[in-house]
């Protein structure tokens, strides 16, 4: 029986097609992989105490929740700071950001998670604050 006029019809694909497919199915997989470890794997976490110094909501297309705290290590017999350095983050969480607003000028503990990268609307550092305690 000769099928050759028949519905039938089995298209073969070539080696090259075939091997393209694979090469991009791992180049998706690849770049699933790594846009995942670059803006969502936490590369670290833990906590800052320190003066807050400036929160601010801002940005051009994306407004981010942005802020900047005073990270003292030595301190004066009147609890001012001699050596400090910056600790700059953005807050991803409204709640957090209106508990910041209102602490401007206290000392704050916080605890952030650090990611590799940063993501236009998550904020302009790597560090995510997602939570907060303001000093009595």
Same mark, same amino acid.
């Given at each position: ?66 802020? $900047? ?9 009147? *609890?001012?700071?001699?050596?400090? $350095? ?8 409204? *709640? ?5 607003? *209102? ?34």
């Amino acid at each position: 029986m000769d099928n050759s006029s028949g519905s039938f019809v089995q298209r073969k694909r070539s080696g090259f097609g075939k091997v393209f497919t694979v090469i991009i199915l791992f180049l998706l997989l690849g770049g699933g992989i790594y846009f995942y470890w670059k803006y969502y794997f936490t590369y670290s976490s833990g906590n800052r105490y320190g003066l807050l110094q400036k929160f601010s909501h801002k940005g051009n297309l994306f407004k981010t929740y942005e802020g $900047e705290m005073v990270l003292s290590s030595i301190r004066s017999n009147a *609890n001012v700071s001699l050596a400090s $350095e910056k600790f700059f983050f953005s807050v991803t969480k409204k *709640n957090v950001a209106d508990e910041l607003m *209102n602490a401007q000028g206290k000392f704050v503990t916080v605890h952030y998670k650090q990611k590799n990268g940063t993501l236009s609307w998550r904020g302009d550092t790597e560090y995510i604050v997602d939570s907060v305690q303001v000093d009595k």
